[in-house]
C-alpha cells in the first residue's frame, strides 16, 4: 500500500499497456483525419521553411528520415556478469533460450506492425 485511498495494495499502470489493437484502432482514426501522406508533406514544408525554429527542423527532419529509413537499432552495452555467476549449465541454457524466444517474438512483433 502507497497511502492512496482505495488503492488495495496495488502500485503502478493498473490499466496495463495499450494493446495493439487499440494502436490500430488509433492510427486508423488518425489516417481518416489526415493522410500519411499528407504529414509527410507538412513535415518536408517545416524543414523549408524559413521562419521555422531549428528544433522544429530538426523533428521534422529526423521524421522524415526515419520515414525512408526506418528508425535506426539502438545498441545497448549491459553487464550481465553478476546476473550469471552461480548459474548451472542447465539455468544459463534456459536462460538463453528464453532470451532467443523473446528476440523471435519481437521481430515478429515488429514485423506484424509494419504490414
Known sequence: MDGRRNNRGTIGNKGGRKSNVYKKNLAKAIEMIISTDEII???ANIVKDMNSSPADKIKASTFLINQVHGKARQKM?????SLLDGKT??????LES???L????????????EL
Do not use: G, P
Request: hydrophobic content about 40%; cysteine-free; proline content about 0%.
Open 41 to 43: 508533406f507538412e513535415m
Open 77 to 81: 552495452d549491459i553487464e550481465v556478469n
Open 89 to 94: 549449465t542447465f539455468e544459463l541454457e534456459a
Open 98 to 100: 528464453a532470451s532467443r
Open 102 to 113: 523473446m528476440l523471435e517474438m519481437k521481430e515478429d512483433n515488429n514485423n506484424t506492425e
